[in-house]
């Protein structure tokens, strides 16, 4: 899929410009001046690897990349190209999943790399927070809270190339969101540079600030289209001692929504993760997967795959145990596997985290990242085959997931027999629609945790609310009137 | 203090709007016929109560005062004052501390009382979540999750008039914020009316959700702004059990912040208060407060207040008299008591919340609800009164509040032998500006709490930084660019 460029014309959306004209030579001069050979690259090789996202759906160009190693030559960086409307696509571990950080087509986008402000600032271990400037690859920011017994809590499949600025621009989730929250949560202070040129200082953590609208909440999770975040105050907790993992058989969502509760009241605050499977997906993983076993001896239609983490393996494991035992009597549950020591626990999880691998394998399939109240989940799951099935006959619905967050993986594959590629290409489009459609009906989000970028910017103006729409294209208006940052994503 | 009219021009601050004309007889009579006589009053008897802020600072006219019973009534009333350019002033029980909900001077703005809309639409006792309308009293709400053996977490002095609207539009604290953090972070939902008559439903409580900017948060603290909430969906937690209270005597703002550390790690989750009061504030409410008793046989240069809340009172009782003991063997501290009946918890409050009243009592001071990081407060303390007296020479400085939330009332208080009113009126305000500019370099919060109103603009304009202002001023004039809802407010 190719961006479409501007064709150098100014179309306005809502009441901001949506720029393409080329650079001037003497912007790109001046851009070379400030960053250096380090930091200004024009080479097409160079340049190569963060043009195309990392699924490789979209492909970009750009008329630079700009590589700064300080919030000040950002900020230098914006106002030379706001002083001619040239627009930025900022850029962190280009691990997104939408598209977010891909420039368009039109060669006239200067892209701004990150990954240069590579410095952790600060760490204090008393207070818990450590300021980390937005290049920080999340897997290092890991090491760097361990190395004074701090935990920052929260982690994904992309910990090795995702960045701190990055994390925070698309409000990252993860499968600790159901204890710790999103990135949101995490962020005590945030950097960013405004598309005026302006610095926005907001790293100290106040616990309590009431001086008007929240910016910290604001750029987080903007995708870059209302500041560019440069570095961020993030809060660690204690490293845990232990952990209890426990994979549950079940008969349906509304029994994994059941235990969830009682888990809640037993567990407390220890419920770290609350995943479900279907057996449908676990089927395919231990088809498909090498090295990977059944937990338990009966296969249920549903499982759910249960953590808890804490300083104590005993203070864990007793309450566990008995909420457990007490669903088992109740007929909640089927069966229980727990796990016995560490490698039980990560054979647990490597189902779980084997699931789109197999089901890739078993063929083309739509996927969608999708969000309804977590009361709500049980009966999207349980609805939304038959209304796809009565559009389009024969598809095969699969949701796993994060039942906790009420954020669900909703994987459509075509009917059986035909040229699942063809289909798609031709069915595709409306039956996302139909999926994003219901979950709408049902108050959600069509995006959990993934963001709009290009992928879903236009079916997001399609069914968002108009009242919802208006605020954000107001948002964006009042903040970069001149729509300069990140053009063509979210909103733009 | 009276607010000034703008006198029937229109002035511009940033791209919005400062609007200033009477609305039209044709404009009050559709609002008149759109809510029927007890929604529309034009009677001076019935809208003065409501025209002066509870601590009678602030006085103001309306041309009308307004009260619907739905959000679509509010909607209507929207666009029929956005159609000719009226200004709104939205008021929830009338008890905010900055004269946010009183109109101006003259006599051209609409008053819009939301507490008519005060129904509780639902409560889900399994999702632990309320949905409840902007007019409902928090107490009232307090009961209702009470009811379903459910607590709402925050609670303020006000909680009798205080509604759920004005609780959401300034980010309302408390006492529990240590725990349960400010209002927004109670809100999983929230439904306005924006400026341009558009209903804006974000009920639907998604803890994950990436479609671009947070309208929640950015609703959130507002002040009615940006948006008008009509109503909230709040989470609820289980109602505790059982709590334990401390008082502990020790020598300085440093060893609180080093006892506040040790409960981090000793209690963890169920330490939901700690509050610092000096040795002068406790003599004031002795000297003053009928039926008040020294908790400690020795006097401290300054008390802690220790709160703690969970299902168990063992379980909450046990690790706090062990921090504690280890703490007075490390002679952190200097003494404790420990309340040993409900009675004496109240008792030991009582103290905590009386020091504003007993400091009114030893005459006139200047308060200031200021945050700085947490890390820093011990030196803000330490540092303030020697700057103060430096430019202000014999005032007298008081610090006492919420230390675990970096958020302290600091009241100074004039010289001794002067007429401190007089002495106020003279210097108060350069007074005010030396402990907010303190604040500043500190990274502080001149408003922790209590929002900017009217009592904060001013000079909020003058020490914020340019890029927060410009942001703040981007976000009205992005949402509002008319200027319709609450001008002169927050930086209108």
Redo the contacts between chains.
Sequence with gaps: MLSTPTGGRTAFFG?YAQVSHPPSPRLLQALADLLGPKGFSVDADAMAPWLTDWRGKYHGQAAAMLSPVSTDEVAEIVRLCAAEGAAIVPQGGNSGMVGGATPDASGHQLLLSLRRMNRIRSI?A??RTAVAEAGVVLENFHHAALDVGLRFPLTLGGKGSATIGGLVS??A?GTQ?LRHG?M?ALVAGIEAV?P?G??????????????????R??L????GT?GIVTAACLHLI?ANAARQTAWVGLKSPEAALALL?KLD?GVG?ALEGFEIVPKSSLDAVLRHIPQTRAPLANPAPWNALIELAGDDEGALAVPLEATLAAALDAGLIDDVALAKNERESEDFWKLRDSISEAERAEGPALQHDV?????LMPRFIADNPARLAAEFPGVRTTSFG?L????IHHHVQPPAGVDGQAWLAQHGAALSRAVYSHVIE???????????GQMKRDI?AEL?????L???R??????DPAGLFNPGK??G
């Design positions: 009441k204090d008393a207070a698309t409000n989730g969101v999103t949101r405004l005026e302006s610095i926005f200082d907001g790293l100290a953590p106040l616990k309590k600030d009431n001086r008007g609208y929240d910016l909440h604001l987080c999770g903007a995708e209302l204690p509760r009241d605050d969000s309804v109240p977590v009361d994060h906790g967050d009420g954020n049902l108050g959600g989000s069509i995006s959990a945790e993934h963001g709009i997001l968002d609310s108009p009242a919802r208006h605020a954000l107001a948002v964006k208006a009042g903040l979210l909103i």
